[in-house]
């Protein structure tokens, strides 16, 4: 089936849809974007991804080119086109064309949307939870979600031979963030996380303040130590929602068990963003 | 005039060579490149740059799908095609098409070669000197030329409020490399310069091995402070050979004018690059 890619103000069939080998994006990574994911067929937070594609475009001096409501539009006839159980949608801002390879004009970036079809971690995963390996490593300019993944794609053999989903990323005391996720840990009832120099997640500020009445909760400086002594970890990401963590470079945390912190978080996540029955999961 | 690319294997007008919006260089920044100049129309130290691209490639588990010598026809027929009085010459290579923004295929990479006018500093700016700013930053893997520039472009608005060349990354402590050249200082007749974790310059490198007779060359740690205390500073790059700089953050590097090691190593290589009577330049 040929899928269809919105660019530049046009959807089109993927044959046709081209980027420039001049684009800086391509050149020099000069890039943002963004994800997120159907539910139910429909944009899922779709304002909260638009406000972070927003301030991601704005500290590389960018800014999207089109209207939200355009984006909105643009995504629904991608999915119509696309037909996808479950999507997940990628929308892409570059500095544009540059023709010697450094300058670009950014009042012509290049805009992109792309679809994929949603891939979710095996409901054994929220079972038995997860393993990361630990990365020195600080993500530049943390705040943005710029298409820079080096660190984490050149780390994929060592996750993989781990049997682990991801990188945590730590800079010899504190550690930040996963590859492609916000990190939690629960340490005697309290869920902490860092909060500087990471992105802010649009799964994890919802779930958090869905939980606010429940459990106290502190963003704040977290040592990999007190990763290693917390009671529970997990993760939260567009496409996999709560994920449990019960291992961190093959030392247990915790118990080596889903907690039942971990476990009560999933059960809201689940329940506000697939319903009552959790049906869609 | 229509300019020609070199892509996965051929060599096709500008309008006809199309990157996939689904390119892991474009959607996930995981890629790297090599820059090379022409000097009186052909390629300069084509190896030096090859062996620099096979060693970026292969620091990201990629390698140039083609060998040397179809590298060097393809940039001579470009250089025919294109018709540039001196060129630079851009090799990039990236992870190829991913049909899910993550996973790729490192046996089919994304393989091209653009040509550019070459654009030479003024030469006045050689007589006077040029200015940088400092940045704290670090370049994520820094013995790779990947495309990541994030933090040199992010930052040109600031390089250009100075009337400044380039950014200078340090760590609070040490200095390490410019945003696109290798640096260095002349101390009580002694050249010094950064070593680990930066990129290896081929001027750079050549340009010591010609000045290793005539001046104690040290590589090694290089403190901002110390280079603050310099007698002179310079930096050296494909496109700019020996380039001197006399001011760093708007404070002088020794007396603010261009300094006769400096000088000399000016003349060193334009003997070696461009002939007796640097004709080219």
Redesign the interface.
Known sequence: MTRY?Y?NGTILP?EQ???????????????V?D?LRTVGGRPFLLDEHLERLHNSAS???LRVPVSDAEIATAIGELLKLNGHAEATV?L?L??GVS????AYDPSAPTF?I?T??L?EPAPELYERGGRLVTEL?HR??PKAK??????M??NK?RTAAADALDVLYHDGSLVSETGSASFYVVSEGRIRAPHEDVLWGTVGDLVLRLAAHRFPIELGELRLDEVFAADEAFITSTTRGVLPIVEIDSRKIGDGEVGPVTRELMAIWTRHAFGEDGAKR
């Open positions: 890619i660019l993927e849809a081209h980027v420039s080998p001049f684009d800086i994006g391509l050149l020099r990574g000069y890039a974007f994800l500290q590389l001096g990628r892409v570059t500095g023709p010697d390879g450094m992109f792309l994929h079809d891939h490593h530049e300019l710029t298409t820079n993944y080096l660190t794609l050149r053999p």
